[in-house]
Every structure is written in structure tokens, then in C-alpha cells.
């Protein structure tokens, strides 16, 4: 594929911006009645309102141009034919066949993924049932109360989001916790909460090599086997989910007790696999169903709904004409629901793991920014503290605003003051606050006319400050499953119009390798590093620690 600077389409992009001057857009929304009514798309009982965007119709039609231009339409199907669209790792890229209905098919080549998916998830639906129903039981007959998910990235971020945004659904199903630090803080903290007689960890590793993830693992079975005082704990107690069966035997879990994936579900996109165990333990296996039935939902709009009315679609192309035309360098994600609070960490795995890449996917450098910063928190913490550069620092930060209509069973007056905010922030951001305004409100209140004029600058607000408001009817498993799936596309098609391989990620190495060395530096009973080892600064770090009073 050519670069997509290159693409006729990009150019006319870049042409239009250059110039033409558009209006403001309160001045668009005056002149425009059908604006809004226009500028929206449904699916899956989610609403995307992009009609406070930087942009008209002239645009969208040219970055729908964009996506044709760079092939969308085929790499779609690659992707869900099973293709090894993950190249660097010679990988399939098949998470949309784990959310595959039951009784369907996913032929790939001779083998059906949809009996392997299937067969996995009966068994995880088996032993769930058989934990929340007390016949699954700990070593000494006590019922499992608590289950520990000891994971970390894509074997982590997703079932914990998912747990905490549906925790309203869990019913009488065990407390999870999940621990990723390794600092032994985390282990410690939940241990601390937990009785090892009722308490069942998930180790969740795709590798079955994350360090962090062993370590804890480790741990904790020595906290079981200390408590209990019995090795034979461990076959009760233990259960593993991953690709890695020689793995999970050498560290001690039988694998009767292993769930399995496949390397063809990236660990970013791994939730809707055995990786999902912990949702289903919490939440029970018919609303683990749920959850996969609303992504498979959002997978069919996106393979077939037009590219103009397509939800994944249009927010990937709104986030491009944000970064590439509008140089936005970040991008906020705002959900004003405390139980959403941690879809902004999981979306910054799914995004910045997959498309912070700077080289394309045949080895050249990309010639464009690629994945902006993905940040946030919920959203009302965040007007409190953040939201003053949002809307007067120097930086176009666009917002994904997340809302959800229905407050379930909270205080509906409550749940109102939050979107009231969530209304009231993407208004303010889009229209502002013209000096004219701002002087008009200080006169009225009385304020001295010399004071006006000094604090005239400070009170003004320049307004165009771009968001996209995603509202969900409920917060309930199936349209959590289509906003998570959304955005898993979103992030597809945006790698795709990059041409950036979204699927490995190697720039974590690194970082992992250089770890391990220093792990054994640290040792004060080894050798101290040489000292042309390290630059001085990591030496003294190393040095620092390693003459730490003890
Ligand atoms: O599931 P695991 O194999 O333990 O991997 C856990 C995580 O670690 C890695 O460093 C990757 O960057 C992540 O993509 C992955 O989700």
C-alpha cells in the first residue's frame, strides 16, 4: 500500500485544511438545523453524536474516501477471513471468532475456530457454574469466595475493567480482585483480604513467561501452601489460562485445570477467551454470554454496515482527521460513570499497544503521526482536575465523552447531576465564551469596569474544542460487550489508514530484556556490575540499591 501522506485523498485533506476557513461551531450549528440530527450514527444500542467535530460533510466524505482509498473494505475481510494479518509474527487475527454465536462456523483454511472457541467456552462455563454453585470447592471443603486473577496487561486490564463496569450484575457470585504489581504490594494488599481456605486464583498468562505474573504467582502459592500446609492445596486452589500447556505444568497447575486460547488472539484482545474466566466466575457464564453477544453484534454492524454509518468506522476517521489534520497529539477518553472508571486504562493498552508504531508494515518509517495519548479518568474527577487545559490550554485535546442514559438502580437525581456535566462540558468546549460574553457576565455581576479589562483575557474561552459524545442506552454486559468491541475496530481502521501493523508489539522487549540484567545486578551478594556495563546513571541507580541499608 502507498504511504498514506501519498493517498489522493490525504492530500485533499491536507489541501482543504490549508484553505479553507471554516466558521466556528456555534456558527455551523446556527446555520446548520440538520447538524446534529445528521451527524450521528446507531448501533447495538450505542449512539455516537460527532456533530461537535472540526468538520462538514466535506470532510467526512473525503476521509471516507481515505478508508476506501487504503483498502478498509479488504482488510476487513482479511481480518475476519483469518488471514496472518499480524505479519511480523505470522499471526492470525481472529478475537471477532471468540464472540462467535453458538451453532456457528468460522471456517479458517481446514479447521473450524468456532469448535475449539466453543469447546473452551463450555468448560469455562462447567467450572464456573461449579465455583458459584459450592461444588467446586478448596482443599479443606470450604466454598470459594474469593478468586485472585494474577495477570497483567491484556491478561489483566480487560477482565478488571469488565468486572468493575458490571459489577451491578454479579449476583451472588464470589468477590475478584486482581493483582498485576509486582512490587509485592498488590499480592500483599489482597492476600491480606483473603482466606486461603476460600480463595481460588486464576493465573491468566498468554506466554506463561510474563515475569510480574510468575512472580506473583509464586507468591502465592507459597501464602497457600503456607496456610494450609499442604502442596496438594494447589490442584483446588489454582486453575491457569493460557496458550502455554508446558508452561502451566512446569509450574505446578495440572492441566485439567488449564482453560486454553490461541495465538491468534492478541493479548489486548484476548478478554473475550478463557481470559475472560474471571468475568465469567463473577459475574456467572450467562452474562459472560451477554457480554460476547453484544461484541458479535458490534462485529456485524462493522463488516457490513456502510462506512458512513458505520460506528468504528466514522470514530476511527474522526480520531484521524483529529491527529493528522488537526495535529492533536492526545486524546481524552471521559466516561461519567464510576463504573467505567477503568475503561480509560484499558483503552490506552488497545490503542498505544497497537498503533504506536512508527514504522509501516512493510518495515518503512511512517511518515505521519500515528497513535495520539490515550488518557483519562471519569470524567467528573476529572472536570476538577484536568479539564482547565481541556479547555484553555494551548493543546486541541479532543474528548470521547461516555455517557449512559439509564441509571440502573443508583439515585436517579445523582446519576442526572453526572450527565448534566457530561452535557455541559462537550457544550462548553464547543462553544466557549466570546469576550463579548464574558464581559457582559462580569458587568452583571457587578464587577468594577478596571477590573474587567485586566481579567477580560482570563475569562475568555476559545470554543472549537472538538468531542464526540458515546451514549449507551444501559451499562449492562451486552452493551459493554458492543462500546469494547467499537473500539477494538476503531483502533483496526486506524492502523489500517496508517498502514502500521496494529496486532505485535515489540517495543515492549526491550524494556524486558534489559530488566532481567539488571534483576540479577541488583543481588548484593553478586558480582556489582562492570563498569562499562551500564552509563553512569543506571549504574548509580543500581549501585544505590544495592547499598540500601538492610
Ligand atoms: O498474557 P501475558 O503473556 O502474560 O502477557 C501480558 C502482557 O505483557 C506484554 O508485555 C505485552 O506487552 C502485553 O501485550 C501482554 O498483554
Redesign the pocket.
Same mark, same amino acid.
Given at each position: 500500500m502507498p504511504a498514506p501522506s501519498s493517498l489522493a485523498a490525504w492530500k485533499s485533506l491536507q489541501q482543504r485544511r490549508r484553505t479553507h476557513l471554516p466558521r466556528s461551531l456555534r456558527e455551523r450549528f446556527a446555520a446548520d438545523p440538520g447538524r446534529a440530527a445528521r451527524m450521528q450514527a446507531s448501533a447495538c444500542g450505542i449512539t455516537l453524536d460527532y456533530s461537535k467535530n472540526l468538520l462538514d460533510d466535506d470532510e467526512l466524505v473525503l476521509l471516507l474516501r481515505l478508508a476506501d482509498e487504503a483498502d478498509l473494505a479488504s482488510r476487513i475481510r482479511a481480518m475476519f477471513g483469518g488471514e496472518r494479518i499480524n505479519t511480523t509474527e505470522v499471526r492470525a487475527v481472529l478475537h471477532v471468532a471468540l464472540r462467535c454465536p453458538p451453532g456457528a462456523h468460522w471456517p479458517v483454511g481446514d479447521l473450524d475456530v468456532a469448535a475449539e472457541v466453543h469447546a473452551v467456552r463450555a468448560r469455562m462455563r462447567t467450572f464456573c457454574l461449579q465455583v458459584r454453585g459450592g461444588d467446586w470447592r478448596g482443599h479443606g471443603g470450604e466454598r470459594i469466595t474469593d478468586v485472585v486473577n494474577i !495477570?497483567? !496487561?491484556? $491478561?489483566?486490564l480487560g477482565p478488571a475493567m469488565v468486572c468493575e463496569a458490571l459489577a451491578d450484575h454479579a449476583g451472588d457470585g464470589p468477590r475478584v480482585h486482581f493483582v498485576s504489581n509486582v512490587d509485592g504490594v498488590h499480592i500483599g494488599d489482597v492476600t491480606r483480604r483473603c482466606d486461603p481456605r476460600s480463595t481460588l486464583f486464576v493465573v491468566?498468562? @498468554?506466554?506463561?513467561?510474563?515475569q510480574e505474573?510468575l512472580a506473583n504467582a509464586h507468591a502465592a502459592r507459597a501464602w497457600l501452601v503456607g496456610a494450609l500446609g499442604d502442596e496438594a492445596a494447589v490442584a483446588r486452589h489454582f486453575v491457569a489460562v493460557?496458550t502455554n500447556a508446558a508452561a502451566v505444568r512446569d509450574f505446578g497447575i495440572d492441566t485439567a485445570n488449564m482453560f486454553g486460547f490461541w495465538d491468534w488472539v !492478541? !493479548?489486548?484482545f $484476548?478478554l473475550w477467551s478463557a481470559?475472560g474466566l474471571p468475568i465469567a466466575l463473577a459475574l456467572g457464564p450467562d452474562r459472560f454470554d451477554e457480554l460476547l453477544a453484544g461484541a458479535h453484534a458490534m462485529d456485524e454492524h462493522f463488516r457490513t454496515a456502510p462506512p458512513a454509518a458505520n460506528l468504528p468506522v466514522l470514530m476511527a476517521l474522526l480520531a484521524i482527521w483529529n491527529v493528522n489534520f488537526l495535529d492533536a497529539a492526545s486524546q481524552l477518553v471521559a466516561p461519567y460513570h464510576q463504573r467505567l472508571h477503568r475503561l480509560p486504562a484499558y483503552l490506552q /493498552?488497545l490503542d498505544m499497544?497497537s498503533n504506536g508504531k512508527s514504522v509501516r508494515r512493510d518495515g518503512t518509517p511512517v511518515d505521519c503521526r500515528t497513535s495520539p495519548i490515550l488518557w483519562g479518568e471519569q470524567g467528573i474527577n476529572g472536570q476538577h482536575a484536568y479539564f482547565q487545559l481541556v479547555h484553555q490550554g494551548t493543546q486541541l485535546v479532543p474528548v470521547d465523552f461516555i455517557g449512559v442514559l439509564d441509571p440502573g438502580r443508583e439515585d436517579e437525581a445523582l446519576h442526572r447531576i453526572a450527565f448534566a456535566n457530561l452535557v455541559a462540558q462537550a457544550e462548553a468546549l464547543m462553544r466557549g465564551k466570546t469576550a463579548a460574553e464574558a464581559e457582559a457576565e462580569m458587568r452583571a455581576a457587578g464587577v468594577p469596569e478596571e477590573r474587567i479589562a485586566a481579567l477580560l483575557p482570563h475569562r475568555v474561552f476559545s470554543g472549537d474544542r472538538p468531542s464526540n459524545v458515546v451514549l449507551l442506552e444501559r451499562l449492562d454486559p451486552f452493551t459493554l460487550g458492543a462500546l469494547v468491541a467499537a473500539y477494538e475496530h476503531r483502533t483496526f481502521v486506524q492502523g489500517v489508514i496508517w498502514d502500521v501493523n496494529s496486532f505485535d /508489539?515489540w517495543g515492549?522487549e526491550l524494556g @524486558?530484556q534489559l530488566a532481567a540484567r539488571v534483576l540479577a545486578e541488583l543481588d548484593p551478594h553478586a558480582a556489582a556490575p562492570s563498569a562499562d556495563a551500564h552509563d553512569a546513571s543506571t549504574r548509580g541507580l543500581i549501585e544505590r540499591y544495592r547499598a540500601r541499608p538492610r
Open positions: !495477570g497483567i !496487561g491484556g $491478561s489483566d491468566a498468562s @498468554k506466554t506463561f513467561t510474563t505474573t493460557s !492478541g !493479548g489486548r $484476548s481470559i /493498552q499497544e /508489539q515492549v @524486558k
